[in-house]
Structure formats: structure tokens, C-alpha cells
């Protein structure tokens, strides 16, 4: 079961009856076939083992035999362990099956499992990031009983796994040792930066805020110590004000604007001082005017481009119009849109355009599934979607599930994981809120968002109103809920909550799309 659910707010009591219901047994649904176990030769060579447990798929895998028994089935549990699409919890009892057969831990079976990894597989990426949140996860004292293990992550030769060492270490309660770790040589320093990132406990981010700070300010660092500094400071939400100030003064330097512009997007934009912004703004555009025609379409030119329009909106009118028009002449207006892993949403949920002016949306798909992006005429987002499921994979202009409707504006192809798409289009004339969603089947429900077109930009960004709901009720946007969200909900006991309440909302929401329950 994740650790995170991404709904509406008012729909809290939902949420828990389901979360409940599903914690019974969920696992991802596939198609129909056999349920015989299949027959795989336990007492052969491991190598035949893994060779006959790779050709299984993640379903027929689940269906082979699995004790803790006997050591036989070690390579089935590793087999499960190392697979991507399994259920989170499965994943965590065959972590528990491993220690058990091993005597050793779940912690110190995760970092086995992560150092055995192939990185050439497919889903490799994504089952390192999964199983480094599982390990973070661990309790303190789990962590600390394998202290040598996640120092030799720490300072090991895997890169992507350095982080992941240092993060335990922080998360087993070290911070000077750790911190001690780190400065022993640059490689480490970056490492030490890059595990704030995977941190998930915000008290645990703010105790590095000092020594981040130290290092940033050394001006003897490497460059590439600085432009992690620059990104992991900006990952600590504490202090805001103070750190876009220590952020601005490095987007002025050529080696690390990019960087900086990156870091200072994850901060509000009410903490952008504005009395420093003119002359950011007057630097950015400047910068974008000297940038060779072919370099601008570049990803590093646009995440500039980003921060400066975000510096645009710290302005007055006067001169936000003044620079936005020279910035016009050399770029397009660039809106980026990032799906949230396992949360079905995308991140950012309305910005505005100017009428009859163009503008790209880039998408970045950093989900486990397929997304899309339709933009569709005012109301239309629920007509749009149901349309969508009609006209199916095959879709109109080889655009899965985008129907041929005039309430459509434009749309991106369907994004498979971790690639991204560009869709450039002129805004439209007529100002309003137009809707925008992906129309794989039944992601309409929470991934969408607004387009509000406007007739001054800039007269908007000084008085910003959140557009209405646009699948037509009064709830708030998609909101990211965590398990600390749902402390004390117990406390007065189930009074509400059932299996058969949450059956129904599994059964209303479409879960059976991709999950079933008890095989069913």
C-alpha cells in the first residue's frame, strides 16, 4: 500500500474507508490467464532459478510457490523484490521473508537488494527509487544496526547509491557524523547535497541547513559542490525569504544560473523580495537576448526562462510589461507541467496565459503510467474525458483517447514514463478558465488543471484569483495527503468507516481498472 494518497480534501473520510479496504489485499491487476502456478525448478543452478523466474510476468511471478520454509525460496522472494510493478506491500513481506530465512533485518535486506540491482534492466531506476523509500522508512534503530552497511553505500562507487547511504545515515539519527562523512572529499560532498532530496521527515532536512549554507558560501568549492548546495538548500521549505536571498545573488553567474533559476522555482513566489527582483528580471532578459537563436529551445534555457517569468510577476506593471515584451522577442512563453509519481495529478494546477498569444506546455511524465495532456473549451473537461474513453487507443490523429470534438484546443500524444512532450499552441482569443486533463481512461477523475487565458498577464499576476473547480463541484484542487495527515483519525475508533463503504468507492472510483481485491 503507498505511503502517500493524492484527493480532494473534503473527501478525507473516503479516503480512509478505502485505504482501509485496500490494505485487505490489493495487487496490480493484469490479464486474464492461468492462475496455476507455474512450475519453476527451485533445486537447480541459481542461475537457471533466475533465468526461469525472469521469463515469468509480475502475475505469473506472484503465483510460484514462496515459504519461508526452506532457503529454496530465496531467489523467488529476491525475484519479487527486484520487480517494479509489485505491490508495495508484497514487496515489504518478501523483504520480511528474506530476513527471515537470512537472520539478518528488512533494512539490511533492502540495501542487499539495492546493491544486487541490475542497471540495465528495465525499471531499474524506478525500482532503486522505490526500494530507497522503503529503506528510509525503516525505523531508527533498524538503521543504526546497519551503520557499516550504509557506510559502505555512502562511500562506495555506485553513484546513485551514495545519496541513498547518507540519507540512512541521517535518517538513523547521525547528522555531525554524517556531516563529518561528507567533507572528506568532493565526490562525497555532492552525494551528501544530492540525499536531501530523499529525505522525506522536514526536521531531518532543517538540521543540514547550516552546513549546506557553509558550503555553499565557500567560495573555494567546486562548481559542482555549489550547484548541489544550490539544489538541496531549496528542497528545505523552512526560512524561505532567507534562502531565495542567498539563492538570487548566484543567478547573475553564468556557471551557476541555471541551477540557481532551477532552486528559486521551488520557492513560493511571495518569498521572492521584491525590492531585488528589477534588477534579476533585467539580468534574465538580458540573458535571454544574448542566448543564440538555436540554444533556446534548450531544457537549461527554459528553466530559466521559467524563473524569469516568475521574476515578472514580483514587479509592477509597468515594468513586468516592459520586460515581458522584450522577452517575447526572443522566446515563447514556456509553461512546464510534471505528473506526480503514484499521485495521478499533475504539479502544477492552473497558470495563466495572455489571449491570443502563444505558448508551449511542456510535460514531463515522471508516473509509473501513460499520461496525457488535453486542452479542452470551458466546461468541457468531463464531456472531453468520457469522449476520450470512447474513442479508445487508436484515438483521432493517432492520439490515443482523444475524441474528434471541437470542445478539444489541442493535445499531446499519450507520455510513457519518464518522457516528456511539447505542445506549442496560440491561446485563445476569448478570456476564460479552459480545462486541462489527461483522457486515459478514468485518470479525468483528479489529473487536471486550468488554463485561465487573460487579457493582461501582467495586471493578473498582481492580483492572482484560483480559477473555479473545473470538473464542476466546489471542492479544492488535488491536494497531497500523507500518512502524519491522518494522525488522530483513530483515536474515536471506526465509527463510519467499513469494508463495505470502501468496497463501494473502489467499485465508484474505478479502481477495478487497475487493481483488483483477493484475486477478484
Request: hydrophobic share 45%; proline share 6%; aromatic share 6%.
Amino acid at each position: 500500500m503507498k505511503a502517500t494518497l493524492s484527493i480532494s480534501s473534503p473527501f478525507s473520510r473516503v479516503v480512509l474507508a478505502t485505504w482501509i479496504f485496500l490494505s485487505i489485499a490489493t495487487i496490480p491487476a493484469g490479464n486474464a490467464e492461468d492462475q496455476t502456478a507455474p512450475k519453476v525448478y527451485l533445486d537447480k543452478s541459481p542461475r537457471i532459478v533466475k533465468y526461469q523466474l525472469k521469463r515469468l510476468n509480475d502475475e505469473r511471478l506472484l503465483l510460484v510457490e514462496r515459504s519461508t520454509s526452506d532457503a529454496k525460496y530465496i531467489p523467488v522472494y529476491e525475484a519479487i523484490v527486484a520487480r517494479p510493478g509489485i505491490a508495495a506491500n508484497i514487496r515489504q513481506e518478501s523483504l520480511g521473508a528474506l530476513a527471515e530465512l537470512r537472520s539478518t533485518s528488512v533494512a539490511k535486506e533492502i540495501v542487499t537488494a539495492l546493491e544486487g540491482l541490475d542497471r540495465r534492466a528495465d525499471g531499474a531506476t524506478r525500482i532503486e527509487s522505490l526500494l530507497t523509500r522503503q529503506l528510509l522508512r525503516q525505523s531508527p534503530q533498524s538503521l543504526s544496526a546497519i551503520r557499516a552497511s550504509l557506510v559502505e553505500l555512502a562511500r562506495g562507487e555506485e553513484e546513485s547509491l551514495k545519496p541513498v547511504g547518507f540519507a540512512a545515515l541521517i535518517s538513523s539519527g547521525e547528522n555531525e557524523s554524517t556531516q563529518e562523512l561528507a567533507v572528506t572529499d568532493e565526490t562525497s560532498l555532492v552525494a551528501f547535497m544530492r540525499c536531501i532530496r530523499l529525505l522525506a521527515d522536514e526536521e531531518s532536512r532543517l538540521l543540514q541547513r547550516d552546513f549546506i549554507l557553509a558550503q555553499l558560501a565557500d567560495t573555494q568549492a567546486v562548481d559542482a559542490v555549489r550547484i548541489a548546495a544550490i539544489d538541496a538548500v531549496s528542497r528545505i521549505k523552512a526560512q524561505p525569504k532567507e534562502t531565495a536571498v542567498r539563492l538570487l545573488e548566484f543567478v547573475a553567474q553564468p556557471d551557476l544560473r541555471v541551477a540557481a533559476s532551477r532552486a528559486l522555482m521551488r520557492i513560493p513566489g511571495k518569498a521572492l523580495p521584491a525590492e531585488s527582483m528589477l534588477s534579476v528580471a533585467e539580468d534574465l532578459v538580458g540573458f535571454a537576448e544574448a542566448t543564440d537563436a538555436k540554444n533556446r529551445t534548450s531544457d537549461k534555457f527554459i528553466d530559466v526562462i521559467q524563473f524569469a517569468e516568475r521574476a515578472l510577476t514580483r514587479l509592477t506593471p509597468d515594468d513586468a510589461k516592459r520586460l515581458r515584451d522584450r522577452l517575447r522577442a526572443v522566446s515563447v512563453r514556456v509553461v512546464k507541467l510534471t505528473t506526480v509519481e503514484e499521485e495521478m495529478r499533475y504539479d502544477v494546477p492552473y497558470f495563466a496565459v495572455e489571449a491570443g498569444r502563444p505558448v508551449q506546455i511542456l510535460l514531463e511524465n515522471h508516473d509509473l503510467m501513460p499520461h496525457n495532456l488535453v486542452v479542452t473549451v470551458p466546461e468541457a473537461l468531463k464531456a472531453v474525458a468520457l469522449a476520450g474513453l470512447a474513442a479508445g487507443p487508436e484515438g483521432t490523429g493517432g492520439l490515443p483517447y482523444v475524441p474528434d470534438s471541437p470542445n478539444v484546443i489541442a493535445a499531446t500524444e499519450m507520455i510513457q514514463p519518464d518522457e516528456t512532450a511539447r505542445l506549442t499552441i496560440t491561446a485563445p482569443n476569448e478570456p476564460g478558465e479552459y480545462p486541462y486533463v489527461c483522457t486515459f481512461p478514468q485518470h479525468w477523475y483528479r489529473m487536471y488543471g486550468v488554463m485561465v487565458v487573460v487579457e493582461d498577464l501582467d495586471a493578473w499576476n498582481q492580483n492572482p484569483v484560483e480559477p473555479a473547480n473545473p470538473i464542476g463541484s466546489n471542492r479544492s484542487f488535488v491536494q497531497a495527503w500523507t500518512l502524519a495527515d491522518f494522525e488522530g483519525a483513530f483515536e474515536k475508533g471506526m465509527d463510519g468507516r467499513s469494508p463495505a463503504i470502501g468496497e463501494k468507492i473502489f467499485n465508484e472510483a474505478s479502481c477495478l481498472g487497475c487493481h483488483k481485491i483477493k484475486g477478484i
